[in-house]
């Protein structure tokens, strides 16, 4: 190009018959004679280029000319002087014909390439930056991916790697039969060309493994972006999704959109968005990937095949095999637990992955001598838990033992029936054949219902406790959203995180979300039913424990009480419970005068609850610190007497 710039410098000047233009003339044949045979070379960059966006040789030329003047110092000064000013902001086709000598046939035959529709500038290779509508006159300059590929580079935009990247394949992926089979599915789908894929399953399960390992029976890589880590708002998911179609176009690779789901809801554009991402999907040249942790996602595309592929979490011999893939060298003690890591954690290869990753990290902190242990496993994937869990759910820690808790014989056993029901679900449901008969999950719900401070969540920790799982409270402040969508997108956030981690969801105050549903009179009827809806299917397949607590069971949806493990209903204690409660919330150890009368205090304040009763056992507490002696009657009858008060009871 700079070469082109010169002879149309001197022809500008009359100077046509110079020594130094024929120079310039026999060089610039010689050079285009080597771009002519490095264009017929398909392993070439330019050549690669062509094909993909189906260039002539002269819309090449001018994209070549376009990549000069944006990295060649020395031809903008020679732009500047044919150009003007114009040539500080790009290089016009107008501009370009004139330097290239092109006459009025082929300089008209290269104008469609000015369309927004081409693929040159739908897919930004070339940029129009301070244009409104692009004509002739029009300076345009090119993306520097553009320029980095014409180099050679093959190192994605940065905008791509940071939100996925090309995906790595593993040459020996762990996959069970079920799998296998979607895998082939996957395939199939992608041997179409105008064909959707979606892939549907959980977070860290392998969908984006299985889509490149399906790519990659057609000797094609995969490129992933992740809606997840790309900033809610318009302009930032338009170029995401133009740098990725761009580096495919580029690299003859497939594109993979993962997490879709996360354009249902939200505050900020999502029709729009949903549009754009249904614009890009039905223009690129070729299949389409995508994934989604939420099945029967609408998007709306138009003239294209849509294939959903269901993807589940490998079965458990197929997670043991990932497991000692994923520790590798660090196997060595870990061998005997590498079985109970399988069972317990129902996660694919991204999750394992991710979870060896972090319990590396913990190890490390330790000390870079020391040996990955169980612990730090336990750490690794609970930090993985907590990352998806985000601020929709708070890990609690169980310090509340069984002997801390009194109950009536009836109650205590549905608790002990509800924990068998846990504890033996494989036996019954594997073995015994059971799982044939259930609808849809095994997963274990219960409802706990009675009046405030009757133990409903010291039970519940109690639980999480006996079972060895995590316990996570669900903060119904930050679930809830006012955003149509909002509120299911969280609800399917807690409950993959959770059925792959191993947790006990804990839903506080659940009469606030499994409300009854409504006649629908309003808009809003319409929606609040439409989120009761969606939790009900989701407690029915999730594979987990959820405990549900409410001081109303009467306005808890009729729909969720057949989809209950167990009712258990607490009462406020009798009078032997309530003795045995003030007594043993003063068993810690702390000083005492005698004679204490827990008969004394279990009748007066009869009414009193668990919770009421710990409060008064504190604040009596607290009363015998202060004044430097030990825990007396009067402490006892004088916090007790404040209690009631808050109760708004009188004596």
Not at 211 to 235: E, M, N, Q
Request: with cysteine; net charge negative; aromatic share 6%.
């Amino acid at each position: 190009m700079r070469l082109a710039a010169q002879l149309a410098l001197a022809r500008s000047e009359g100077d046509l018959r110079g020594d130094a233009s024929e120079a310039v003339r026999l060089e610039l044949q010689a050079l285009d004679a080597t771009l002519a045979s490095r264009a017929a070379d398909s392993d070439q960059p330019e050549a690669r280029l062509a094909d993909a966006l189906a260039l002539t040789s002269d819309e090449l030329a001018f994209v070549w000319a376009v990549v000069a003047r944006a990295s060649d110092p020395l031809l903008l000064a020679l732009l500047q002087v044919l150009c003007g000013t114009d040539a500080r902001r790009g290089l016009s086709l107008a501009h370009y014909a004139t330097i290239a000598g092109l006459d009025a046939e082929r300089a008209d035959a290269i104008t469609n390439i000015l369309s927004p529709s081409h693929p040159l500038l739908r897919y930004q290779f070339l940029l129009a930056p301070d244009a409104v509508a692009i004509d002739v006159c029009t300076p345009l300059t090119t993306s520097p991916r553009m320029c980095a590929f014409l180099r050679g580079e093959t190192e994605p935009d940065e905008v791509i790697n940071a939100a996925g990247g090309r995906l790595w394949v593993p040459h020996d992926a762990q996959l069970d039969e079920v799998q296998q089979h979607s895998r082939h599915r996957i395939g199939l789908g992608l041997g179409w060309l105008e064909s959707v894929v979606i892939v549907e399953g959980p977070t860290g399960s392998g969908r984006r493994t299985a889509v490149a390992l399906a790519a990659k029976t057609f000797g094609r890589d995969v490129v992933s972006v992740d809606l997840a880590r790309i900033a809610p708002h318009y302009g930032a998911l338009e170029s995401a999704l133009t740098a990725l179609i761009r580096e495919c176009m580029l690299t003859s690779a497939i594109p993979l959109i993962a997490g879709v789901n996360e354009l249902t809801g939200g505050e900020s554009e999502p029709a729009e968005r949903q549009r754009l991402l249904a614009r890009v999907i039905e223009s690129a040249p070729g299949p389409v990937a995508l994934t989604s942790n939420v099945a029967g996602i609408d998007l709306k595309v138009r003239g294209r095949r849509i294939i959903r592929v269901p993807w589940p979490v490998p079965e458990t011999g197929a997670r043991r095999a990932l497991w000692v893939d994923a520790l590798a060298d660090d196997l060595g003690g870990l061998e005997s637990h590498v079985d109970e890591l399988a069972l317990r954690y129902r996660m694919g290869a991204g999750g394992i992955r991710d979870g060896a990753a972090s319990a590396r990290a913990i190890r490390d902190a330790r000390g870079s001598h020391a040996v990955l242990g169980p612990q730090d496993l336990q750490e690794g994937i609970r930090n993985n838990i907590a990352e998806h869990m985000g601020e929709l759910a708070q890990r609690t820690e169980v310090k509340q033992r069984w002997e801390d808790l009194v109950l009536p014989p009836d109650t205590h056993e549905d608790v002990k029936n509800l924990i068998a029901r846990v504890r033996f679900a494989h036996q019954v449901y594997e073995k015994w054949g059971f799982k044939q008969k259930m609808p849809r999950g095994i997963g274990v719900a219960a409802l706990f219902s009675g009046p405030p401070g009757t133990g409903k969540t010291m039970v519940a920790s109690l639980l999480a406790r006996e079972l060895d799982l995590e316990l996570y409270q669900v903060d119904l402040s930050r679930v809830v959203s006012k955003w149509v969508g909002e509120t299911e997108k969280h609800l399917a956030r807690i409950f993959e995180a959770a059925d792959s981690g191993h947790a006990l969801l804990l839903f506080d105050e659940a009469d606030s979300l499994f409300a009854k549903r409504t006649e629908v009179k309003s808009a809003v009827d319409r929606y609040a039913n439409l989120e009761v809806n969606y939790l009900l299917q989701r407690i029915e397949s999730f594979g987990g424990v959820t405990i549900l607590t409410t001081n109303l069971d009467s306005s808890i949806d009729p729909a969720l009480r057949r989809r209950l493990a167990a009712h258990i209903t607490f009462q406020a204690p009798e009078h032997a419970e309530s003795v045995k409660l003030w007594e043993r919330m003063l068993s810690t150890g702390a000083p005492r005068s005698h004679p204490l009368s827990y008969e004394a205090l279990a009748k007066t304040y009869s009414a009193m609850a668990g919770a009421n009763i710990r409060n008064a056992v504190l604040a009596a507490a607290f009363m015998a610190a202060s004044e430097g002696v030990s825990i007396s009657q009067m402490h006892l009858e004088r916090a007790a007497r404040g209690e009631y008060r808050a109760m708004g009871r009188a004596l």
